[in-house]
């Protein structure tokens, strides 16, 4: 289910974890295992509670570790690079949970489980409605039942873009593989210790708070590929 603020009942406000004058991290993929076949799966112990695409992830994720060069800079290992969040914004006691992709897209996980997306063009608006349908206008024609979103959704770009700095960049240069049309927010949650976040292309990232670290599980045709932001 889609987390809200830890503290209901208080004060309206906007968090993030990136402090405004933190120097840019630098992104590695440091693993890059093949998803297990059905018969290994019982290799790994998978906690009872997991199910679905999270025994998945949790596979990869103890193969990676089990595989993770010993020294401690590994070097990137795969040409592309994957789609993450570098910026968020919590507001969800009052409107939801907004975000930017490293592609700059913008998005919006609305405190009623709706979602919008700006693309990177800041023209094009994709929304995604109770149904699961995707809708597709422009900034300049949007339908009156969809404004007071777009509107927040405009706000939250604004802010991202006026207050809080690129979380990371990546350390090769090749162009990012093919992505769906919109990548939207479909979970979050946070602790006390970090945020996750998951996209519904399949991308699972944590934001570590104290030392603002993220870790990125993100699909690769028959892979994962795992990637640490310092």
Same mark, same amino acid.
């Given at each position: 289910p889609t987390a809200k603020n830890p503290k209901s009942g208080s004060q309206s406000r906007i968090e993030s974890d990136f402090a405004p004058k933190r120097s840019q991290g630098s992104l590695s993929t440091i693993c890059s295992v093949q998803r297990p076949p059905s018969s290994s799966s019982a290799e790994v112990k998978v906690p009872p509670v997991a199910t679905g695409s999270a025994i998945r992830m949790y596979q990869m994720l103890t193969t990676c570790l089990h595989q993770m060069p010993a020294d401690s800079g590994p070097a990137a290992v795969h040409p592309s690079k994957p789609l993450w969040v570098t910026k968020w914004v919590d507001y969800s006691?009052?409107?939801?949970? *907004?975000?930017?992709?490293? =592609?700059?897209?913008? *998005?919006?996980?609305?405190? =009623?489980?709706?979602?919008m997306l700006l693309a990177t063009d800041c023209k094009t608006i994709q929304y995604n409605d109770l149904s699961n349908k995707v809708y597709t206008f422009t900034t300049e024609a949007t339908p009156a039942e969809y404004e007071k979103k777009a509107t927040l959704l405009l706000y939250f770009a604004q802010y991202m873009d006026e207050h809080l700095i690129h979380g990371g960049d990546v350390v090769n240069n090749k162009e990012s593989r093919a992505e769906p049309t919109a990548i939207f927010m479909k979970n979050w949650f946070r602790t006390n210790k970090a945020i996750v976040m998951y996209l519904n292309n399949g991308t699972l990232q944590v934001n570590f708070f104290e030392d603002h670290t993220k870790v990125i599980l993100s699909p690769d045709q028959q892979d994962y590929l795992v990637t640490f932001i310092n």
């Open positions: 006691n009052k409107y939801g949970f *907004g975000f930017q992709l490293s =592609d700059k897209s913008v *998005g919006v996980l609305f405190n =009623d489980t709706t979602r």
